[in-house]
């Protein structure tokens, strides 16, 4: 299967700030890689879909880039919302995998 | 607005089967444009997907899991099921239903998901 490692595990920052998440695939996954947010007690809510399409309604201060191997998810400015758990998910070949995640801290 | 919602036990005995349920509304397990799976977060590390039914009773399983999972679709009461046998401490998680579609640019993407449900194996 395929294995999603993120990094770095926690990212400390302060609101106004930006922010970049880091996900390495163990293998080329095109450009089928998202990015999903979770909040304490909540479901992940899909943000990144196809390395680089927004979801319906994500706010514009939301990117993804990358193709094959590497990609990052980019916050511009971060606002107090954002600060939760970040997941890449890969859709290239299943089983489905998810990385391990990425926390935005304050 | 489409949403799902987990039920079922909150704790499982060890060696006994873990049976969950998710209810949609919003939109048709019937329809043949989705796939509807079961996603798993064990307490505080990462997700894990279990696998996923189709109307048509159509399937597809992690390996990691395939010898002890059934995923089931219920078209007339608009759900499907989660079944784990020979459930150990290892399976205490938070356990999640999600919708993904089957063609087009969401395919295999999970949007929405339920809120989940922590079901806790223990004697």
């Known amino acids: 299967e395929i294995v999603l490692t993120q990094s770095p595990a926690t990212l400390s920052l302060s609101p106004g700030e930006g922010a970049t998440l880091s996900c390495r695939a163990s293998?080329?996954?095109?450009?089928?890689l998202g990015w999903y947010q979770q909040k304490p007690g909540q479901a992940p809510r899909l943000l990144i879909y196809d390395a680089s399409n927004r979801a319906t309604g994500i706010p514009a201060r939301f990117s993804g880039s990358g193709s094959g191997t590497d990609f990052t998810l980019t916050i511009s400015s971060l606002e107090p919302e954002d600060f939760a758990v970040y997941f890449c998910q890969q859709r290239y070949l299943w089983p489905l995998t998810f990385g391990g995640g990425t926390k935005v801290e304050i | 607005q489409v949403q799902l919602q987990e039920s079922g036990p909150g704790l499982v005995k060890p060696s006994e089967t873990l049976s969950l349920t998710c209810t949609v509304s919003?939109?048709?397990?019937?329809?043949?444009?989705?796939?509807w799976n079961w996603i798993r977060q064990p307490p505080g590390r990462g997700l894990e997907w279990i696998g996923y039914t189709q109307y048509s009773g159509t399937t597809n399983y992690n390996p990691s899991l395939k010898s002890r999972v059934t995923i089931s679709p219920d078209t007339a009461k608009n759900q499907f099921s989660l079944k784990l046998t020979s459930v150990t401490a290892a399976d205490t998680a938070v356990y999640y239903c999600?919708?993904?579609?089957?063609?087009?640019?969401?395919?295999?993407?999970?949007?929405?998901w339920g809120q989940g449900t922590l079901v806790s194996v223990s004697s």
């Open positions: 293998q080329s996954v095109s450009r089928y």
């Open positions: 999600a919708r993904a579609d089957t063609s087009g640019s969401y395919r295999n993407w999970f949007d929405p």
């Open positions: 919003g939109a048709s397990v019937s329809s043949g444009s989705y796939y």
